[in-house]
């Protein structure tokens, strides 16, 4: 029982009965304000460690990038490893190395592959793997800001829903026998040229 509720100053000298309920009606609503702010902080700090720990247990391993010239597109493939025992979402992924960095995925429509981002992101099950390679969903790379020559290491990171990222390192494959060719000018006539995404052989990009 604090001073105020037994009719105390801090002196402990007694109040009279209406200055205690006075002091009371003033430090009841403030000890409320008090404990909100401590269960958001213990939210907060809980929340982050949640983060921490879902990105020090999922890994990328075996990643490589498509060799191509400064200001064409590119893309990045690997397997992604989650260790951890609850689905993780990778919902966007950043990096200096492009003007701008996608997840996407391929699909058929009628019969043509098409391209596009990946709707709600990359979702890695509990304790599974996703792979990501030419043809299927992969990190695209639009208007590389250098060269991409063969053996090059390149990074860009994958940011998790909720908070947390996975940094992914890359090493640039010439993969001149591959069929996949991105290229910065195929885009559909109803994107008037401004889209982001570029084409893989025999397909047409879509947002």
């Known amino acids: 029982m604090t001073d105020a509720s037994r009719g105390c100053d801090g002196l402990g000298r007694s109040r009279n009965p209406q200055e205690a309920a006075i002091v009371e009606r003033f430090m009841k609503p403030l000890r409320a304000v008090v404990s909100c702010f401590l269960l958001l902080a213990l939210a907060g700090v809980a929340g982050c460690q949640a ?39 990778f919902e966007s992924a950043s990096g200096d190395v492009a003007a701008a960095i996608e997840l996407h995925e391929m699909v058929s429509d009628g019969g043509t592959m098409i391209m596009r981002k990946k709707e709600g992101g990359f979702v890695v099950r509990a304790g599974e793997s996703l792979t990501l390679d030419p043809g299927g969903l992969h990190i695209m790379l639009i208007g590389l800001k250098q060269d991409l020559k063969a053996g090059d290491k390149i990074t860009v990171t994958l940011n998790l829903a909720g908070g947390g990222t996975v940094d992914v390192e890359a090493v640039a494959r010439d993969m001149a026998n591959a069929q996949e060719s991105y290229d910065p000018e195929a885009q559909s006539d109803d994107e008037g040229g401004g889209g982001s995404t570029g084409a893989l052989a025999g397909s047409r990009p879509v947002r």
């Open 51 to 89: 983060g921490a720990d879902q990105s020090n247990s999922v890994r990328v391993q075996d990643s490589y990038a498509k060799v191509m010239p400064k200001g064409t597109m590119s893309a990045i493939f690997g397997v992604i490893t989650n260790d951890t025992d609850a689905d993780v979402t």
